[in-house]
């Protein structure tokens, strides 16, 4: 059957593939790991995430394909919508409650996004528009799980929100279509949907310190290493001067933030 390339992505750019009901992927030293994840979230009774089927012969992961609509830069405007964070939001609370029985202790996971403070429940820490299906505009599963590594619920909250709120420099949210939304209503809208608590509304605003700092670290670390792909990720994104701009933004609007999720 012939291989279908799918859109998307930037590391892993024209090597992912879609062959009838399945998808074809790059595997990594961490496969094996995310499998046994997506298979116990799925036997946990969670439908948002594709199923493992296992690694090919040619090195391969492969997956069931997901029907839907899969945002790809500039993003639609309706994925852009209150109504489309939302239901991230939510469908990522469900992945959360899901994790909350399965041990990721004696597998290995990619530490790349994963939470500085530690963890053990595996988190997605990748979860922006182009890695979510949406069918009618409502998001229904979560793709690309290279990054899931054990952590701390509101820190992949956190990462959420660095995506698809976005926590962005003006000048970046033009960049790559954003377009003009209040964002310190949209950081509420996501607490709000997941059912983060009192407490966990306070430790979010620390968790997105974390989640920019690992970001922007390993950005800098694929620069250092020279692997053509990542420095071509990080050119096409902005370069290392757009970290600098996000900083600055996030110091100059955090009071406004914090000031939403009271």
């Known amino acids: 059957m012939a291989e279908q390339e799918l859109a998307g992505g930037i590391a892993n750019a024209g090597r992912v593939v879609r062959v009838g009901p399945h998808v074809l992927r790059p595997s990594s030293p961490h ?42 830069a500039p993003y639609p405007e309706w994925s852009q919508s209150d109504t489309a964070l939302a239901s991230v939001a939510r469908l990522l609370r469900g992945l959360h409650d899901a994790a909350r029985k399965f041990d990721p202790q004696g597998l290995t996971w990619h530490d790349g996004l994963a939470d500085p403070a530690g963890g053990t429940l595996v988190c997605h820490n990748d979860v922006e528009l182009s890695n979510v299906v949406f069918r009618d505009g409502m998001a229904v599963a979560l793709l690309d799980f290279e990054f899931a590594a054990p952590g701390r619920p509101v820190y992949d909250l956190a990462q959420l929100a660095r995506l698809c709120v976005p926590i962005e420099d003006e000048f970046d949210q033009d960049r790559i279509g954003w377009l003009y939304a209040d964002r310190p209503a949209r950081l509420r809208l996501i607490a709000d949907a997941y059912g983060l608590d009192r407490d966990g509304r306070a430790e979010l605003l620390t968790a997105i310190d974390d989640a920019l700092a690992r970001i922007e670290a390993a950005a800098r670390r694929s620069i250092e290493t020279g692997g053509p792909n990542a420095i071509a990720m990080i050119n096409q994104r902005g370069g290392l001067e757009k970290f600098d701009r996000r900083r600055r933004w996030w110091t100059s609007h955090q009071a406004q933030f914090a000031a939403a999720l009271l």
């Open 31 to 72: 496969s094996s790991s995310i499998h046994a994840f997506l298979r116990a979230v799925k036997d946990a009774g969670f439908e948002g995430a594709p199923t493992a089927v296992g690694i090919d012969e040619d090195g391969r992961e492969r997956l069931v394909f997901i029907e839907g609509d899969v945002p790809v």
